[in-house]
């Protein structure tokens, strides 16, 4: 079992930065990969960024180029690095766990409780 809590959301201008983080308790969390997602207001939850076991990671389009996921063992901890922030970037923003690399819904194992990030135009 792995309880996951994000941290980091807020308010924040267009052009902006923020940092998320997913602090994760319970066992092995080196073993698992690490993934976020976002949900807008009547939209659907998506894809944003995922890094493996042995630290590959992948981004979805909307994103690549100015967000940057990192995990830190130690810490058990991954982040999100979010630059160039745009009012579209506007959601609730979840941390995922799973066996492997999380890009769909529907492999995600763990689900942390969300954090809001707004951006402002």
């Known amino acids: 079992q792995v309880q996951l809590v994000e941290s980091g959301g807020g308010l924040v201008q267009a052009g902006g930065s923020l940092r998320l983080s997913c602090a994760a308790s319970?066992?092995?969390?080196?073993?698992?990969?690490l993934g976020w997602f976002r949900q807008a207001p009547g939209k659907e939850r998506e894809f944003v960024a995922t890094?493996?076991?042995?630290?590959?990671?992948y981004y979805a389009d909307a994103v690549k180029g100015r967000f940057t996921i990192s995990r830190d063992n130690a810490k058990n901890t991954v982040y999100l690095q979010m630059n160039s922030l745009k009012p579209e970037d506007t959601a609730v923003y979840y941390c995922?766990?799973?066996?492997?690399?999380?890009?769909?819904?529907?492999?995600?194992?763990?689900w942390g409780q969300g954090t809001q990030v707004t951006v402002s135009s």
């Open positions: 319970g066992r092995a969390f080196s073993r698992y990969g």
């Open positions: 995922a766990a799973a066996g492997t690399i999380v890009k769909v819904t529907t492999a995600v194992d763990y």
């Open positions: 890094i493996s076991r042995g630290g590959s990671t």
